[in-house]
């Protein structure tokens, strides 16, 4: 077997079984997160891909994921909008996220908001960085 055919099969195999929200994620190399949340003026307004594991999620409308890396570093990612939303079965979950960083060094840490369909408003984050998610592919749902 070639180079090439052991590499499709890689490939196709790393997509089995997973569910796309929002756009399809383009871009092919993770960031990683600690260098994003050490360097984020480096990489703010810019696309970048997130991977690694469903950590906490919107309990109303599943607007935001928090993701985390093997070595522990977190980050925030929110849908502007409400575009896109997960079901609560994402968490603890395989993630490949897309979207542009967003880097605010006074943003509030938490905005009330309050989603379609909710009787009442609630806290939701707005930490000083993080990822306005364009889309998503989430392993096993």
Known sequence: MTIAALFAVSCACSSKNMSTFGEEPT????????ELNANPAQYVDQDVLVSGTVVDICKHAGCWVE???????RILC????????????ALGKKIELQGTLMFDPNAPGAV??????D??????????????IKGARVKGI
């Not at 871009?27 to 600690?34: E, F, G």
């Not at 993701?67 to 570093?73: A, G």
């Not at 009330?112 to 369909?117: K, L, M, P, R």
């Open 112 to 117: 009330e908001e309050q989603h379609e369909g």
């Open 78 to 89: 929110k849908s502007m909008g409400d575009v896109v939303t997960f079901p609560q079965d």
């Open 119 to 132: 009787t009442e408003s609630h806290a939701c984050p707005q930490p000083s960085i993080m990822v306005a």
């Open 27 to 34: 871009l092919k190399r993770p960031a990683k997160i600690a």
């Open 67 to 73: 993701i985390e890396q093997k070595d522990k570093s």
